[in-house]
């Protein structure tokens, strides 16, 4: 296995199984100190910059809280448009990224143009870790949401799961990239317009990823064990900032109702969204025994700290 010390944490498509589950050992590991709503000083003496290009909350302050619960030191921003690297000089990736590297130990960037943070990393001599780039990937993400799955079901093999949205976001790119070192299979429902792309079909194949498409959630949720969800109401991730406007209904053959639950679904499936969530997901189905994103916006904490511990060399 490789080590991740200085290693940049960019994609899930170069991860294998057990880098994967080095990560979660260190999250059982780590655990307890998040859920005990304490602070450690295992990264006492590190600092964490976040270059947040585009707004996030979970991702942002999980990623910033997780550092705090090791007893390490934040700085950053949330709005570029606040710094000089958006503001009327639009600073180069290279100026800006030779520049930060002197304030931390490790790089926490998010940003609209798909390979952004791969650019930076390429600058950069100290880690950095991949929180959304476009239409790209969400590597912290996705393995939150497998950290997730394993802690609720006990396995990530022998699954079926039901990916439901817009296959250009990341987060679906990110999952089918890693279930390609899992015994599982994926059921893909989304609109024709938002479908994934025939070069990224392409890839899946070359890696092995058994997937399959299908035209509504409810023509395939009795077979699966994880329901995972993001909007198809969706804001354009190649821009920086998107203000709302007028916004369409989730179709219903996109959406997962708690009827669709209870008439349906496995009783023993679970549903997880990353949010913020539009209609696709009623607030009706929080009350409901298969609702794990709540436990998923906790494991984020948890997640963040393994890899900080682990890219900084804490944890070996």
């Known amino acids: 296995m490789r080590s991740f010390l200085g290693r940049d944490i960019l994609s899930l498509k170069d991860f294998e199984r057990n880098e994967f589950e080095r990560v979660f050992e260190v999250c059982d590991e780590l655990a307890p100190i998040a859920k005990n709503r304490r602070n450690t000083d295992l990264l006492a003496h590190k600092t964490l910059l976040t270059a947040f290009y585009q707004p996030s909350t979970r991702t942002r302050m999980s990623t910033e809280a997780a550092m705090h619960r090791l007893g390490g030191h934040v700085l950053g921003f949330s709005d570029a448009k606040m710094t000089r690297a958006g503001d009327f000089y639009q600073e180069s990736m290279k100026d800006t990224i030779h520049m930060l590297e002197f304030y931390a130990d490790v790089i926490a960037m998010r940003h609209y143009q798909q390979g952004a943070p791969a650019e930076a990393a390429q600058w950069s001599s100290v880690p950095v870790i991949n929180c959304g780039d476009g239409w790209g990937e969400h590597p912290t993400q996705v393995l939150t949401d497998l950290y997730t799955i394993k802690g609720e079901l006990g396995t990530l093999d022998g699954l079926t799961y039901l990916l439901v949205g817009d296959m250009r976001m990341r987060t679906m790119h990110s999952i089918l990239y890693a279930l390609s070192q899992f ?51 969706q804001a354009d991730y190649t821009q920086s900032r998107v203000e709302r406007g007028e916004v369409g209904l989730t179709p219903e053959a996109y959406q997962v109702t708690r009827t669709l639950m209870r008439e349906k679904a496995k009783r023993s499936s679970i549903i997880l969204h990353s949010l913020p969530r539009m209609d696709e997901l009623p607030l009706d189905v929080d009350a409901t025994r298969h609702q794990r994103y709540w436990v998923e916006a906790f494991n984020g904490v948890v997640l963040r700290m393994a890899l900080l511990s682990l890219v900084t060399g804490a944890m070996e």
């Open 183 to 233: 015994d599982a299979k994926a059921y893909v429902v989304g609109p024709p317009e938002m479908s994934l792309l025939p070069e990224f079909k392409e890839e899946l194949d070359a890696l092995n990823v058994v997937y399959e498409e299908a035209a509504s959630t409810a023509d395939v949720i009795s077979e699966c064990d994880v329901i995972y969800m993001e909007p198809v109401v």
